[in-house]
Nanobody
Framework: QLQFVESGGGLVQPGGSLRLSCAASEFTIDYYSVAWFRQAPGKEHEGVSCIRSSDGRIYYSDSVKGRFTISRDNAKNTVYLQMNSLKPEDTGVYYC????????????????????WGQGTQVTVSS
């Protein structure tokens, strides 16, 4: 059962930007750590970024640091991922997730610490 509805994916040229949104349904994100993962064709899931619920600390993978920005709006029950300076290697399906106290502790992963997931949205970076 999917608990997030994601939007904002699409086709963009290298160097372009996209903003992904992830709206939670049937639960509130206030007390959860939230994260974005992605899966490129033929590759395993990669943790992209997360916001820790306890103190708001944010983590980014080295591959997106300085280009992507994660944020959350608890009033709208929504998580965002602003992606700038996109590269072809950013292509993949992006998933948002929410987890409890063991999620987003020292890094974005692991995936099994996240209880709620979205259906994924495709991002394609190509000229």
């Amino acid at each position: 059962q999917l608990q997030f509805v994601e939007s904002g994916g699409g086709l963009v040229q290298p160097g372009g930007s996209l903003r992904l949104s992830c709206a939670a349904s049937e639960f509130t994100i206030d007390y959860y750590s939230v994260a974005w993962f992605r899966q490129a064709p033929g590759k395993e899931h990669e943790g992209v970024s997360c916001i820790r619920s306890s103190d708001g600390r944010i983590y980014y993978s080295d591959s997106v640091k300085g280009r992507f920005t994660i944020s959350r709006d608890n009033a709208k029950n929504t998580v965002y991922l602003q992606m700038n300076s996109l590269k072809p290697e950013d292509t993949g399906v992006y998933y948002c997730a929410a987890g409890g106290v063991k999620a987003c502790t020292e890094a974005v992963g692991p995936e099994y610490e996240y209880d709620y997931w979205g259906q994924g949205t495709q991002v394609t970076v190509s000229s």
